[in-house]
């Protein structure tokens, strides 16, 4: 390498210095930008937090308020306040320190939990009563009993059971208890009274005024099998009754044609009866119709004397 060189060969460095060559001006330093954070990644199956709206709030302390039922002096009997029930209500109920209210639930409901949302400051617990030695059957009574250890606390009850859910609303007084609290069931009697009025219309004779001698059983059953297929048919000479099966009021009622001479099949009136259709007139055919994909038919037809001695 020539002496006179005028450039250093920095040895160990990868940058080549000429002599000759003026000092590079000093750079200025470049303002750094700021990190800029990634939007945060959804995560599958978790809501985004949304805030709490007052007009929310509102409307779910009005419905609240609305939906829940207190004490009024014409619900008790004796010592117990008795509701109707109805699903959603919200009961109301007043405990006091050292007094023990009942929750009366109704006779043969079998309990199935019991959730309050201050299990801290309330003393909870269930028992029964009635049942005789087994403590089983309709006689036997669930009951829970619930006690606050101080005045002014509030929370809620529920309740379920195999037969419905109760919500109750807890509140503590310094002395005054409501001794205990228990259900009409409006719903229960409304349905008790439906069946026992079936229960009288199918016992009921299907007419009052048959003439038992001018009966008429000539009648034969032909055709499908279906569950609702009739069990007999007969006339007085005026109108035409079509047996059933008991199990018909289950199900849906098979529609009635009459069939005429040339087979044209005629939508006829009729009264059901218990498990009876009552015609208000004979016919010598007749087709009982029921489906849509597959349609069972049977058929309802009169022998006439000539056929019967043929027979």
Excluded at 69 to 77: D, K, N, Y
Excluded at 81 to 95: K, L
Excluded at 209 to 234: E, K, M, N
Aim: hydrophobic share 40%; aromatic share 6%; net charge neutral.
């Amino acid at each position: 390498m020539n002496r006179n060189a005028k450039s250093i060969l920095l040895i160990g460095a990868v940058t080549l210095v000429a002599a000759d060559t003026p000092p590079a001006a000093p750079t200025t330093a470049q303002p750094v930008s700021p990190a800029i954070s990634p939007a945060p990644m959804p995560v599958p199956g978790l809501e985004p937090h949304h805030p709490v709206s007052p007009v929310d709030l509102r409307t779910v302390a009005a419905a609240n308020r609305a939906a829940t039922l207190a004490p009024i002096p014409s619900g008790f009997v004796a010592a117990v306040q008795v509701y109707p029930f109805s699903d959603g209500v919200v009961y109301r109920a007043y405990a006091a320190p050292g007094q023990v209210t009942d929750i009366m639930l109704q006779p043969g409901e079998v309990l199935g939990a019991v959730a309050s949302g201050d299990t801290a400051r309330w003393v909870i617990g269930d028992t029964t009563s009635g049942g005789g030695g087994s403590g089983t059957g309709e006689a036997k009574r669930s009951h829970i009993l619930v006690k606050p250890f101080s005045a002014g606390l509030a929370t809620n009850l529920v309740v379920t059971t195999d037969r419905r859910t109760y919500h109750i609303a807890l509140s503590s007084t310094p002395a005054t208890a409501m001794s205990a609290l228990s259900w009409t069931y409006p719903q229960d009697q409304l349905l008790a009274i439906q069946r026992a009025t079936k229960e009288a219309e199918a016992a009921a004779p299907v007419s009052s005024d048959i003439d038992l001698t001018a009966l008429h059983f000539d009648y034969v059953i032909s055709g499908d099998s279906p569950t609702w297929r009739p069990l007999r048919a007969f006339d007085d000479g005026r109108q035409t009754y079509i047996e059933f099966p008991a199990a018909l009021g289950q199900g849906e009622a098979p529609p009635l044609f009459l069939v005429g001479p040339k087979g044209e099949a005629q939508l006829v009136n009729f009264r059901l009866r218990g498990h009876f259709y009552v015609v208000d007139r004979l016919f010598d055919e007749a087709e009982l119709r029921l489906g849509l994909k597959h349609q069972d038919v049977v058929r309802v037809t009169r022998i006439t004397a000539t056929e019967a001695r043929r027979g």
